[in-house]
């Protein structure tokens, strides 16, 4: 009995740590990035995450444009849910074989370490949808992902080559990577939705008026799915907040959680199976 115990004990003892370094991806930098995952991170929203990374963007007059906190804005369809449906698409076309291959390259900016963890991620979707993220052979669209200031996507396919920015500073978290690439793939953000003014209210004068526009709402095609806090696509209740206090305050429970999923969820799967999988 006393062995059994002990065993089962040596087993917990050697099996929990390895456990909670794979969750935490980001423990894979060293103090070559001061700052990066400090204590508490795993606390932090996704909106926390990227709002952070991005606070610096549009400083500089070479910065490129953000609107809606990580998007790309470039000719044309930056409001872009509402091009998946458009002819020509923004969608990524899909193989006769069902799958839909999303071509990329990755900056050698990134360590073999910091690769591997974002290929891994990108391997997240394989497992739950039709979607491979694949490295670029030839193909004419891909995706380029770039170690550059902050995180931030385009929305959809946009044509030729298409920056992913995934800073190392303070982009490479499962969620966040997640994210970008939701975007990538057409999605905009949960608070965006068309019929978010019946699950959230936003609290206007809690947010500087130049993050007004990140409040915009986009006519979304929702997919039959429900509007869902806990979705990766969903910023932080303070998201862009100028005084701490909420700017999106749940209907009709305010108390629910919100921005706080570590991963995509449920409802993130189902609204790329039911764009691209179907
Ligand atoms: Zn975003």
Known sequence: MYLTLSLILLMLLAFSPAQTRSIKAV????????????????????????????????QKPEDPTITFGDILVDDGLQNADPCTSRNPSCLWPKNKNGIVYVPYIISNQFCPKEKKLI?????????ST???????????????????????????????????????QGC???????HEFIHALGFHHEQSRSDRDQHIRIVYENIDPDKK??????????LKTPYDYGSVMHYGRDAFSNNGQPTMIPIPDQNVAVGRAQEMNANDILRIKRLYCA
């Open 172 to 178: 490479l978290y499962k969620r966040a990577v997640q």
């Open 27 to 58: 423990e894979i930098h060293g103090p070559k990035d001061p700052g990066f995952n400090s204590a508490g991170d795993d606390e932090l929203s996704v909106s926390a995450i990227i709002e952070r990374a991005n606070r610096d963007i549009g």
């Open 213 to 222: 526009h990140n409040f915009n709402k986009v006519d979304t095609n929702n």
């Open 130 to 168: 039709c979607i491979q993220f694949v490295p670029r052979d030839r193909e004419e669209d891909y995706i380029h992902i770039q170690n550059l200031k902050g995180c931030y996507s385009s929305v959809g396919r946009r044509g030729g080559e298409q920056t992913l920015s995934l800073s190392r």
């Open 119 to 127: 290929t891994d991620i990108l391997k997240t979707f394989r497992n």
